[in-house]
């Protein structure tokens, strides 16, 4: 029989679970195995707390046709890579053995997920508050690479996912991490590496840097759907929809559209909107008599400051230094 639950009624079946099975902790105390709920399905789930602010979970379970219901909710970047098993949804992307999941902080919208019943779901999901992961790309947050813009659009900010491809490299990785020979202090660190090494190659396939790859073709009216989300995307510069509400609006998949996006513009569709919000920003600083907070919300920012970064880093002067006359580094006016 179907289960379609609220995320507060999947929580409250966690917390009598752990009543009824007290969680389990490893012998070197740095995993606690958390028993399924057994009207959920069967399996464990094995949460490790790398350092403050980095958690690995390991899954290997099996569910009982299960839908989840997670509403609005503030959230951390968050990598995840299955080896078996499918979750499918609505207003999130698809995960299963070929297509990973990347997804960056701020505001995660409401979405549903499925778990499809007796398929056993095998893989690992990495949480990381943004402010840690700022300090492993070395740099201060004002000059952010387009890598970290990607996975750290700030807190006031809407979530944006990504659909990876799940090479053999990455399935190597995730191996390695759920059969990790070490304990105590060098698995700690045994771990900490392997969740580096992952997220690298996640973050490149998405971003398409690194190792060069063949020229995508495509077709004349995928073109002009790309050209259609993009139109979409500068018309809702304050709301914009989630890159996979985009792609289905468009007619496409999440990843046609990342592919797309890439092929036309030469930037994804995150950087693609950024540079749109930062050029009409520019254009409102310069030709109207709007305050800076004024442009930030119509661009889409609900913090100035958060705002201010962005736009440093994309002209090299302040939204103020801009109000005031001053000329650009880099103009995106055409």
């Known amino acids: 029989m179907s289960l379609d639950l609220t995320w507060q009624e999947a929580c409250a079946l966690w917390a009598e679970a752990a009543q009824q099975s007290p969680p389990v902790t490893s012998i070197d105390r740095l995993e606690t195995l958390y028993t399924l ?5 069967s399996g464990h789930h094995r949460v490790i707390q790398l350092q403050p602010g980095v958690e690995l979970l390991i899954f290997n379970c099996t569910f009982r046709d ?20 499918i979750v499918d949804g609505v207003g999130c992307p698809r ?5 990973g999941y990347i997804g960056s902080s701020g505001v995660q919208r409401p979405w549903t997920s499925f778990f ?3 398929q056993r779901q095998v893989g690992v999901n990495i949480h990381m508050q943004p402010q840690l992961l700022v300090q492993f790309f070395g740099v201060r947050t004002e000059d952010a690479p387009a ?5 750290t659009p700030g807190q006031d900010q809407w979530q944006q996912m990504f659909s990876p491809k799940t090479t053999e490299a990455m399935r190597s990785i995730v191996k390695q991490i759920i059969d990790c020979p070490f304990m105590g202090a060098i698995k700690r660190l045994y771990l900490q590496g392997k969740i580096l090494e992952l997220m690298a190659l996640q973050l490149e396939a998405v971003t398409g840097q690194g190792t060069a790859s063949p020229t995508t073709v495509l077709k004349p009216d995928t073109i002009a759907r790309i050209h259609y989300a993009a139109e979409i995307l500068r018309s809702h510069l304050e709301h914009p929809p989630i890159q996979i509400d985009l792609a289905r609006q468009v007619g496409l998949s999440d990843r046609t559209l990342q592919k797309g996006f890439k092929a036309v513009f030469g930037v994804t569709p995150f950087v693609y909107l950024t540079q749109q919000r930062m050029r009409q920003a520019e254009r409102l600083l310069r030709e109207s008599e709007r305050t800076v907070a004024e442009v930030a919300n119509i ?11 962005a736009f440093k880093r994309q002209l090299g002067i302040t939204p103020s230094e801009c109000l005031g006359g001053k000329n650009r580094r880099n103009s995106l006016l055409g």
């Open 116 to 118: 499809p019943e007796l």
């Open 37 to 41: 709920p057994p009207q959920v399905g």
């Open 299 to 309: 661009v889409g920012y609900v913090n100035p400051a958060q705002f201010a970064a």
């Open 66 to 85: 299960v839908t989840i219901r997670m509403p609005e909710n503030q959230h951390p970047v968050q990598f995840a890579v299955h080896l078996s098993g």
């Open 147 to 151: 890598e970290l813009q990607l996975l």
């Open 95 to 99: 995960l299963d053995p070929n297509w």
